[in-house]
């Protein structure tokens, strides 16, 4: 099972059976390593992963950037994402959280970043405002979302094999350009970049089959990325910064 890629090469030194161990998505490395291309982490800032599931970007955060991680998320048992941590060696705060309930206090965090989560609970007009106000002033938020490179409500429908495995769930799936405007509408932030990934299908398609391999089993998503062969679904990276 080979996961290593020359574009990522952080994420390469990390071991497959690991990662495939904390399966919830696609690769979450491979898009934290290309998000964070467009971040500005910097050794002892504060960062919230939000959604941080059962904790691989948060071990990879800690490690590749020296930052110190609060990782909060709300399906994974805190215990098991800090049993994971311990076993890393990494210093990680592991807590239950909310997305619209975070027990931070304002503007805590130099940067948030939310990792195949977001599109969860972060589509509502209302959301940015709220999430933005644990930033400091200047703090950086990065998302990783799946994406579509047209907007449905252009399309008009939801393409069937999305629709068939994803429902109406991915009406929360969107171009770069959407969120872009959706965030710098508000001028509460400064979007400093929002761009599909060109290796976005091809990259989550790889670990569909990696995963399905490994389980015995097809993944979940595997029939609708053959299917899509690339024409829409791909993830979208956006980054902000909070004026300050
Ligand atoms: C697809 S998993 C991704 C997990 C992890 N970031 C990764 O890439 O491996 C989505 C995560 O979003 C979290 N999540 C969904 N809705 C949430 C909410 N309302 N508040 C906090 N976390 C939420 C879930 O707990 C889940 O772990």
């Not at 399906?75 to 990680?92: K, N």
């Not at 991915?170 to 350009?177: E, K, N, R, V």
């Not at 990259?203 to 490994?214: F, G, I, K, N, P």
Request: hydrophobic share 45%; aromatic share 12%.
């Amino acid at each position: 099972m080979d996961l290593t890629r020359d574009e990522y090469p952080r994420s390469s030194k990390y071991d497959a059976e690991w990662l495939l161990d904390c399966d919830m998505g696609p690769h979450p490395l491979w898009l934290l390593e290309d998000l964070a291309r467009d971040l500005d982490l910097q050794p002892g800032m504060r960062v919230l992963d939000l959604g941080s599931g059962k904790g691989a970007t948060s071990v990879f955060l800690t490690k590749e950037y020296g930052v110190r991680v609060w990782a909060a998320d709300l399906w994974v048992d805190p215990t098991e994402a800090a049993a994971t941590f311990a076993r890393q060696g990494v210093d990680v705060t592991a807590l239950k959280a909310e997305a619209h309930a975070l027990p931070f206090a304002r503007e805590f965090f130099d940067a948030i970043v939310c990792i195949d989560a977001y599109e969860y609970f972060g589509t509502a007009d209302g959301y940015l405002a709220y999430l933005t106000s644990f930033l400091k002033p200047g703090g950086q938020l990065g998302i990783a979302t799946p994406a579509m490179t047209a907007e449905i409500r252009d399309l008009g429908y939801i393409p069937e094999h999305i629709k068939k495995v994803v429902g109406w769930e991915a009406i929360a799936w969107h171009t770069a350009d959407w969120w872009r405007f959706h965030w710098e509408v508000t001028e509460l932030v400064e979007v400093t970049s929002a761009r599909l990934q060109e290796s976005g299908w091809r990259d989550w398609l790889t670990w569909a089959q990696v995963s399905s391999e490994r389980n015995g089993k097809p993944d979940a998503s595997l029939e609708m990325l053959e299917a899509d062969q690339g024409e829409y679904l791909t993830f979208a990276l956006v980054t902000a910064r909070k004026p300050g």
